[in-house]
């Protein structure tokens, strides 16, 4: 269910803390896993982060 804590505005921007909650818990997964197997390097990790706020965006 959705509250008003779930939203702030910042810089004119409004942002919704959930979407940024489940992005951050997913990328600290991701680059720990990272850290351990060196599977992917820096530009694959930058691709992978942008893809998925992409598709945190559009899932909303």
Do not use: H
């Amino acid at each position: 269910m959705k509250t008003d804590k779930d939203e702030i505005i910042t810089n004119g921007i409004k942002i919704n803390t959930v979407k940024i909650d489940n992005i951050i818990k997913w990328l600290i997964q991701q680059e720990a896993e990272n850290v351990r197997t060196k599977a992917r390097n820096d530009v694959q990790m930058i691709a992978d982060i942008q893809k998925r706020i992409e598709e945190e965006i559009k899932c909303y």
